[in-house]
């Protein structure tokens, strides 16, 4: 009996998903992938919680303030009536004056000033002393840093902030420049910044610079993300299109963009982790793999041939085999008839 003839190519094996081996394989792939997807899916696309702030009514509860003309800076008259007890309209003891850290003015200067108005001729001496120190400073390339402060904070409790260093981070929606009175330090306008704060919520901070950086744009509507390095001066009243708020009102020298995080606490911080966890992903993923491969049951080998499998057989034509049966059975009837 001939051999079938071999194949000039042996066929693909398909996978038996059935089998130990091809279910740990599987598993040490998809695992990855869904661990990947997930991480994905909470980095890039769950948004982001934002905490939930109180709101504060900025509206003004007692008579009407002159209002100010263009935004410019307006002096009120003076008024007579005013606290005498060391207290603000709204009922805060002042915080010390003259106590650390330094005001940036006069402590009886500041004492004069009043929250809850426009500007007024008693705020002049207090007003024109901080901006002498902040060109001082701007002419010495200095830049001190405040503490930083929330809305509420300044809000709350201006006697404790006036005159005091400050920051304050937020997006300015707001710039344009407005008139100054005349003075003797040679100003002749300032540029009248409405800082939304990014602690929230949603009022107003209003910033006077003596410059804005070149390149800076301005306008009723702009967004400039800025950090803001100034002081303090009062609780102001301003014209809104419904009533007369309030805002507190700093000075500073000019808006600061923030800084990019490169180091430390950051965006680069999250991307190095993200980095090394699909490393660590995929070096697992390879090593479980090639254990799986390592571990799998020996491969059954098939025969070279079927000869190799019948070499003992002796293999006999069918039509020889029935051709001695016929002789045998003749030759048998012929001796029983000889008898």
């Not at 991480?39 to 934002?50: D, G, H, K, M, V």
Request: charged residues 25%; positive net charge; without cysteine.
């Amino acid at each position: 009996m001939e051999p079938p003839p071999a194949e000039s190519s042996p066929r693909r094996r398909l996978p038996n998903w059935n089998s130990a081996t091809e279910r740990r394989r599987l598993f040490w792939i998809l695992v990855p992938i869904v661990l990947l997807a997930g991480w994905a899916e909470r980095t890039w696309l769950s948004p982001t919680a934002i905490a939930p702030t109180e709101p504060i009514d900025t509206i003004l509860g007692r008579g009407p303030v002159t209002r100010t003309i263009d935004d410019g800076i307006t002096i009120e008259a003076p008024d007579d009536i005013g606290p005498s007890d060391g207290k603000t309209a709204t009922g805060e003891r002042s915080a010390g004056v003259g106590a650390a850290p330094e005001t940036m003015a006069d402590p009886a200067d500041l004492a004069l000033v009043r929250d809850d108005t426009v500007f007024r001729s008693a705020d002049q001496r207090a007003w024109f002393a901080i901006w002498q120190r902040l060109q001082t400073e701007a002419a010495a390339d200095s830049r001190p840093r405040g503490r930083k402060v929330t809305f509420a904070q300044l809000f709350s409790q201006p006697r404790s902030f006036r005159g005091r260093r400050v920051r304050i981070v937020g997006t300015i929606r707001r710039l344009q420049e407005v008139a100054a009175p005349s003075n003797a330090l040679g100003i002749g306008a300032y540029w009248q910044a409405w800082l939304e704060p990014a602690d929230g919520p949603a009022s107003p901070i209003v910033v006077y610079f003596l410059s804005r950086p070149p390149g800076t744009p301005s306008g009723m509507r702009v967004e400039i993300p800025s950090v803001v390095d100034g002081v303090f001066f009062k609780r102001w009243a301003y014209q809104a299109s419904d009533a007369i708020r309030l805002a507190p009102l700093l000075m500073a020298t000019e808006p600061q963009s923030p800084p990019r995080i490169t180091s430390g606490r950051g965006s680069s911080t999250i991307v190095g982790w993200a980095l090394f966890s699909i490393a660590g992903l995929i070096a697992t993923t390879w090593l479980a793999l090639r254990i799986a491969a390592t571990t799998s049951p020996p491969k059954r080998r098939s025969p070279a041939s079927i000869d190799a499998d019948f070499s003992d057989v002796q293999v006999v034509d069918p039509r020889v085999a029935l051709g001695e049966l016929t002789e045998a059975r003749v030759q048998s009837d012929d001796a029983e008839t000889r008898r």
